[in-house]
T-cell receptor
Framework: DTGVSQNPRHKITKRGQNVTFRCDPI?????LYWYRQTLGQGPEFLTY????????KSRLLSDRFSAERPKGSFSTLEIQRTEQGDSAMYLC?????????????FGEGSRLTVL | GESVGLHLPTLSVQEGDNSIINCAYS??????FIWYKQESGKGPQFIID?????DKRQGQRVTVLLNKTVKHLSLQIAATQPGDSAVYFC????????????FGKGITLSVRP
C-alpha cells in the first residue's frame, strides 16, 4: 500500500453517463498526477497538479475530461458523456517537491468499463 | 516523435537466474530514466532511476544501465525470485525536474520455479 487511495476501484457505466473518480494522495505530497492505462500498455499522462494549480494537461484530455484539486489535497477526475473508448484504468500518483525525481507513488487505480 | 519502448513483450526466467529487461528510448533530452514494476491489480511501483549523466546505478538486487550512444536502457535483476514476476515498464522524465513521466509498453517477467 503506497498510501495513495483511489475510489471507486471499479465503475461500470453506460455510454453517455458521467463518472467521477477521486484520489487522495499521500498527505505531504504537493504534486498529483492522473494517468490512464489500457491493457498491455504503459500509463499515459493525462494531467498534473502542483498544490491546487493544474500545471499541465495532455492533449489526450478532451473537453469531456475535467480534473480538479480544489484545496491542494484530494483530486477528482470527471468524465462527461462517457464513450466506450474511455474504458481504461485511471491511475493517480503523487510525489513531493524535492523527492526522488522519477519516483511517483501510484494508487491501485479506478477501473472504468463503459458499456 | 518521442517514444519509449521495449524490445520484447515477455520474458521467462528460471528462479535464481539473472534477468535482463531492455528498453529503447528516443528523447535525447530526457534527464532521468526510470524503471517501474506493476503487479497484477496494483499500480506501478518505482524500482530505480538513473540520471542521464550516469551509465550505471545499482540498487538492491537490481542494476540499471544506460547507454546514451544507442539510446538503450536495461534493468538487470540478480537471483530472480517468484516475487519478481510482474510487468516492467521503463519511463523517461523528459527535460527538467518537473516533467511528467512518459512510459513505454510493458514487458511481462515470468519466473519459473
Amino acid at each position: 500500500d503506497t498510501g495513495v487511495s483511489q475510489n471507486p476501484r471499479h465503475k461500470i457505466t453506460k455510454r453517455g453517463q458521467n463518472v467521477t473518480f477521486r484520489c487522495d494522495p499521500i498527505s505531504e505530497h504537493n504534486r498529483l498526477y492522473w494517468y490512464r492505462q489500457t491493457l498491455g500498455q504503459g500509463p499515459e499522462f493525462l494531467t498534473y497538479f502542483q498544490n491546487e494549480a493544474q500545471l499541465e494537461k495532455s492533449r489526450l484530455l478532451s473537453d469531456r475530461f475535467s480534473a480538479e484539486r480544489p484545496k491542494g489535497s484530494f483530486s477528482t477526475l470527471e468524465i462527461q458523456r462517457t464513450e466506450q473508448g474511455d474504458s481504461a484504468m485511471y491511475l493517480c500518483a503523487s510525489r513531493r517537491t524535492g523527492g526522488v525525481t522519477g519516483e511517483l507513488f501510484f494508487g491501485e487505480g479506478s477501473r472504468l468499463t463503459v458499456l | 516523435g518521442e517514444s519509449v519502448g521495449l524490445h520484447l513483450p515477455t520474458l521467462s526466467v528460471q528462479e535464481g537466474d539473472n534477468s535482463i529487461i531492455n528498453c529503447a528510448y528516443s528523447n535525447s533530452a530526457s534527464d532521468y530514466f526510470i524503471w517501474y514494476k506493476q503487479e497484477s491489480g496494483k499500480g506501478p511501483q518505482f524500482i530505480i532511476d538513473i540520471r542521464s549523466n550516469m551509465d550505471k546505478r545499482q540498487g538492491q538486487r537490481v542494476t540499471v544501465l544506460l547507454n546514451k550512444t544507442v539510446k538503450h536502457l536495461s534493468l538487470q535483476i540478480a537471483a530472480t525470485q517468484p516475487g519478481d514476476s510482474a510487468v516492467y515498464f521503463c519511463a523517461e522524465n523528459g527535460a527538467g525536474a518537473n516533467s511528467k513521466l512518459t512510459f513505454g509498453k510493458g514487458i511481462t517477467l515470468s519466473v519459473r520455479p
